[in-house]
């Protein structure tokens, strides 16, 4: 069996593309094995960012956009490397010298296209691949290049110009507002978006294995892809047949009252109301009979797939209890969360609603603010924080006596 690279993976909706190793060196799908390294020059040495112990790495704002920093005399050099759909798909990395010294960078140019103002030349004093050249490039100056994703030993890949192609600035704010189309939180909101990235990355076929060892997590996966915008009726018959099996063995997953819930608002969103109807009622008798482990915080969970981390963290916020109720801070207050100002928009509270809410402290108790986007008469509560708290009011504010 393949084993699956480690690093972060990055691409375009329900394609992957490519696994950025700890070092920013790229490892695309399509170049059966190649990798895309990197390597600096600057006015002490050559630095291989694989053996630099100065690389720092992190994703741009939680999203499939992967930023790894070198240090070099007197500051850093980062490089930011993305997938973008232009030219049939393209890997691009972004190169920016944030030292007040002049770098040359080295890259591989089989099928590479770059906006390098002088001519490359072949790197002295590093041992590299034949096809590496290196670029010249002055202080708070910056260097794009780009790849195809998928290339050809008999095809030279046709030169584009790397200038017109999108930054990384907006590649991460394109994958933001992907992730805030389902909801939008504080505090873990970047978490939020790297899970729902990770979830769009997914390709069918990976989502059809999903589904068939674990209906409940492979459920949670198509309802997320559905509410950052795929079509639900391209969905509807793995969505029932998943309903149906977890059904019938409930106890499999710690997700499948919620796997349960959100499929039957895939099905409301694909206007099949009463398939929707039937799923409710699997949904409530998994409820009825407690054998779901209903509520269980996805940090407590062994396998932290990106969907279940995804729904870990709305389900801090709401739960659905029945299809007309639901339990707001279901798991009580976390401490990270006292005292700061804490939102939620547009998590889904039942197959039929959504709500906003928004935490506002004062002293040791907090201030509840709610809106409902759905049919009227949702009633919500607070069991685990303020056992007086029930309302039905669409919108609204309310002091909760924290309990201690």
Known sequence: ?????????????????????????????????????????????????RTSPSVRQQRVNGTPVVQTKVAVPGGDVVQRVFVVADQGGRLVMHVSNESPEPVVVAVPTRGMSSTAAAGATRPQGIETPDDVRAFPLSHRASITFAWPLVTSRWRKAASIDAGLLPSHDQVARGWVLTSERASRVVPEGAALVTARGDVSLMTPDEIDDLLDRDPAVGTLTIAERIRMGDNPREWTSQIADAARRIAKQPQRS?????????????????????????????????????????????????????????????????RAITRTSAAVLPMGIPDAWRGANVE??????????????????????????????????????????????????????????VAS
């Open 1 to 49: 069996m393949k084993m699956a690279r480690q690093g972060i993976r990055i691409g375009l909706h329900g394609a992957g593309g490519a696994v950025v190793d700890p070092f920013g060196v790229v490892f695309p799908d399509g170049w059966r094995g190649s990798s895309c390294g990197w390597w600096l020059a600057a006015s002490d040495k050559w630095h291989d960012p």
């Open 344 to 401: 939620a928009h547009g998590v889904v509270a039942t197959p039929d609603h959504r709500v906003s809410l928004a935490l506002r402290w004062h002293g040791e108790n907090v201030a509840l603010l709610w809106e409902v986007d759905g049919p009227p008469g949702l009633h919500l509560s607070a069991p685990l924080v303020d056992g007086s708290f029930s309302t039905v009011a669409p919108q609204g504010e309310a002091l909760l006596r």
């Open 254 to 318: 710690p997700w499948s009252s919620r796997a349960l819930m959100m499929a039957a608002r895939t099905l409301v969103a694909a206007d099949e109301s009463l398939a929707a109807d039937d799923v409710v009622g699997l949904w409530q008798r998994v409820e009825l009979d407690g054998r779901s482990l209903v509520g269980d915080d996805a940090s407590k969970v062994a396998s932290r797939a990106a969907v279940e981390r995804a729904a870990g963290i709305e389900q801090r916020f709401v």
